[in-house]
């Protein structure tokens, strides 16, 4: 994941969570009551917007999946480099010995190295596959996350639009006032923390109903 991350959520959090609102209140346009201290009013609608950048470089979820992400793919690229200087290390051995070798002894070895190279290259793609489409799977199953904790969030301050901001994407000003990245984020820290604890808490009575059987 990378600079092109936070532009992907740029897009998604301010099309998909502001039409989401804008739907849901689209017809209570004249009430001013709508007004208050973090969000602002154009035409009775109120706005907030949370900044994408911040949102993802301190989403605790986030830093774990990427650090696991590029620990697959550290461990995937060493993987990758070992397997394959082995196979060059075989292909000049067989270089250096094939004018000793019977012509059927050379095409038997040949094909064997041949073979190990078309696995090699299948097993290659097959891997860098099946990451890429972990690393979809991570990011969607992050959209849900932090979607849904907006959705939750905004029950209690109907908010109409919820705007993702980042540097260089589409809006080009927005005030500070009306920025609730801080309340978004620890609500969702928050909410992450609370999984954990629950998460090593059944691990830990699992490990300890398993000592009991042994």
Known sequence: M??????????????????????????????????????????????????????????????EVRKDLEGRRYKLDYELTNRGKSLENEIAFFQQKAPTMTMEQGRSVEEQLVKKQQDFVQYREREAQKLAQEELDRNEELYVQIYDYIDRYNKDNQFEFVLGYSRGGGILYANKNLDVTEKILNGLNEEYREKQKKSTGKEAQKDSADAKKK
């Open 2 to 63: 990378n600079s092109n991350t936070s532009l992907i959520w740029n897009v998604l959090l301010t099309l998909a969570v502001a039409t989401l609102f804008f739907l849901h209140f689209s017809g209570r346009k004249g009430e001013s009551s709508f007004l208050a201290s973090d969000s602002t009013s154009l035409g009775g609608r109120r706005i907030v917007y949370v900044q994408v950048d911040s949102l993802l470089s301190k989403y605790e979820y986030f830093k």
